[in-house]
């Protein structure tokens, strides 16, 4: 006779996690979910996660992120997201949002702020977040993303993820379209992911194409905390 106690042990994990798969929560993960953070796509399935500091393809070329597969924000900012993602649908039905980070805790950013220690602090802030004034994705109210086709192809932005250079900033794509460093293309491109952004309730920067916020850094620190 089988004992009872496994019986229950395996009814368990079916009805947790289905058949054939088995569902990991890393530590990180679980640091997310206690903080209230939800897990994007299960509010959107359609959207394409990617995160990029779960690899090495990133500015630091560390995998800062371990085994975290799935990308979190606090509920608000997903429900933008969510919008923005329906806005872009409506747009270019064949394009979807492919997220590269949201939710990030503080100890990363400490991390970050370590390996551009080469650079005076108020020129370091044009890439990272003084982990002692923390980054909005501390607060889970931040999203890294860009366009992807309907091939899963992220749209050409002019630069890679994480780009810090003049080419990827905002701030001066008019003079890098002058001088041939962008394409018409390209920044079209970039204006469709701000024009849907926006639309859904997000703000953009001067420097990264790529990083959108929820909520202002004040307002996030009060009402949600760092996520450590």
């Known amino acids: 006779m089988i004992h009872k106690t496994i019986i229950a042990g395996a009814l368990l994990m079916i009805s947790s996690v289905g058949f054939g798969q088995t569902k990991k929560v890393s530590e990180l993960e679980q640091k997310f979910i206690n903080h209230g953070l939800v897990d994007i796509q299960k509010l959107d399935p359609s959207l394409k996660v990617d995160l990029k500091y779960s690899t ?56 970050f702020w370590s390996r551009m220690s080469h650079l005076p602090p108020n020129r370091r802030e044009d890439f990272v977040a003084n982990p002692v004034k923390g980054s909005i ?58 024009r849907v952004m926006k639309k859904a309730g997000y703000t953009s920067i001067e420097t990264e194409w790529w990083h959108y916020n929820a909520m202002a850094r004040e307002k996030a620190k009060v009402k949600y905390g760092f996520i450590e």
Request: aromatic residues 8%; glycine residues 6%; positive net charge.
């Open 56 to 111: 090495t393809d990133n500015f630091i070329k560390e995998d800062v992120y371990g085994d975290l597969e799935r990308a979190y924000l606090q509920p608000m900012a997903a429900q933008k997201l969510v919008k923005a993602n329906q806005f872009l649908k409506q747009e270019q039905p064949k394009y979807t949002l492919l997220v590269y980070d949201g939710a990030r805790p503080r100890s990363v950013t400490k991390i």
């Open 137 to 194: 994705h501390n607060f889970g109210c931040a999203v890294d993303l860009t366009i992807a086709d309907e091939k899963g192809r992220p749209l050409d932005m002019g630069t890679i993820f994480d780009f810090f250079g003049e080419q990827a900033e905002p701030r001066r794509e008019a003079a890098m379209i002058k001088a041939g460093k962008l394409t018409a293309q390209q920044l079209e491109n970039r204006k469709l992911l701000r």
